[in-house]
């Protein structure tokens, strides 16, 4: 035990190493204590209302257990929160590429730049298609490695999420913009200069659109799936999607029901071609589904060289800050060799020695006249025991025990009293 004093020296001692620190108490010599730590957390069944005031947390149940499961659920709503803005982040991404990019070079009759995507489809991707995954990684379960990761000190728009945000959205881009252009230009074998496709074909008044709306089909059609299969990508930042669990109903039903969807507003009439300026194709699900395998692919190789070269996300301590415990060593045991008994009885059949005394001569007097012999042991030889490597004191170990040693000396110094 240690008195409120020494407890608010040990919580600034910790503050002063930029260590996270959560107190729990019941009394009310707890309650400086708990006011200086990060998180102060209070018993609710034999916590005093100081200490309930003061405090962050109150346990209901006093049961320490629950403060694992506090931190969990707090942890995965974090989580789910920074998984579902990265969606939703490289989905309106990839638009913008595909959008800009295709300013470049696609260009009807007049000059004018063709809609890959038109308006109401582009509204389409950002409510109705991008909402339902974003739902359902909202409510995914926690990741395998969530609690082994040290406490959270930055806010959603890391480095490395933007990165995330920005590759994953060229990628898809990208896709939008192949599949839109292979169609188009090679498959209908238009121009890229744009001289052979018809004008108005953004709007209403434009006749013979019927190829620039089945490519624009196809790249709708490529960005929903994507970004449907997307969704599994954005569960984690580095492991594979496969690693993740996958009992996701809601998941699965947001991906089920945004594929049927497409279906209605690609080949439903009037909804497709005067409403979303698109027709829905016959071979182009095929190319749409080697793109999403594909796609699948290149997230996977870019998770693997972030697990690569990124620092761990579950790396609680710094290896090269471990200090080595100090164990005294146990006591060297000496190993005994086996001495020769020897019988006093001689044997009758053994020749008698020859060249050195014999037996009768080499025993004293009291031998010789049937009293006891004594024995000398033989010396000890000492074995050399390999003594075992030390277990290693991992940086929080050492930060609490440098601690305590600080506030005793402080406490000794001022004369105040000692922590028992």
Request: aromatic share 6%; with cysteine; hydrophobic share 45%.
């Amino acid at each position: 035990r240690s008195s409120p004093a020494s407890k608010v020296r040990m919580v600034e001692a910790l503050h002063r190493r930029k260590k996270v620190v959560a107190m729990t108490g019941d009394g009310v010599n707890d309650s400086p204590a708990i006011k200086q730590a990060d998180i102060g957390i209070a018993m609710g069944i034999t916590g005093s209302d100081v200490t309930k005031g003061v405090a962050d947390i109150v346990l209901a149940d006093d049961n320490f257990a629950t403060i694992v499961s506090a931190v969990q659920e707090g942890r995965r709503i974090f989580a789910s929160i920074s998984s579902f803005v990265m969606h939703l982040l490289s989905g309106n991404m990839a638009e913008a590429v595909t959008l800009l990019v295709s300013l470049a070079y696609a260009v009807d009759e007049k000059g004018i730049p063709v809609f890959v995507l038109s308006p109401i489809a582009i509204l389409f991707v950002n409510t109705v298609t991008g909402s339902g995954p974003a739902i359902g990684i909202a409510l995914d379960e926690c990741p395998p490695d969530l609690m082994n990761r040290p406490p959270v000190h930055h806010g959603i728009f890391t480095f490395e999420a933007i990165l995330d945000c920005t590759v994953y959205g060229f990628v898809m881009g990208g896709m939008t913009l192949l599949s839109f252009s292979v169609y188009l230009y090679e498959v209908e074998g238009k121009n890229l200069d744009g001289s052979d496709l018809p004008a108005n074909c953004n709007t209403n008044e434009g006749e013979n659109c019927g190829p620039i709306k089945l490519a624009r089909g196809a790249a709708f059609l490529t960005l929903n799936t994507l970004l449907l299969v997307h969704a599994y990508n954005c569960r984690h930042q580095r492991l594979p999607f496969w690693k993740s669990p996958l009992n996701n109903r809601v998941l699965w039903g947001s991906v089920l029901g945004g594929t049927v969807i497409a279906v209605i507003v690609l080949y439903v009439p009037f909804i497709n071609d005067q409403v979303f300026k698109h027709l829905g194709g016959s071979w182009e699900w095929g190319m749409v589904a080697g793109l999403s395998i594909v796609f699948m692919a290149v997230c996977e190789l870019y998770k693997a060289l972030k697990r690569a070269t990124f620092p761990p996300l579950t790396a609680l301590v710094d290896e090269s800050t471990m200090i080595p415990k100090v164990i005294p060593a146990p006591p060297p045991t000496a190993a005994l060799a086996p001495s020769p008994v020897v019988s006093p009885v001689a044997d009758s059949r053994a020749p008698p020695p020859t060249g050195g005394p014999t037996l009768e001569e080499g025993l004293s007097p009291t031998a010789q006249s049937g009293g006891a012999v004594p024995i000398a042991e033989p010396p000890s030889v000492p074995v050399p025991v390999n003594p075992s490597p030390a277990p290693a004191l991992t940086a929080s170990e050492a930060a609490v025990n440098a601690v305590v040693e600080e506030v005793r000396e402080g406490q000794e110094a001022a004369g105040g009293d000692a922590m028992v």
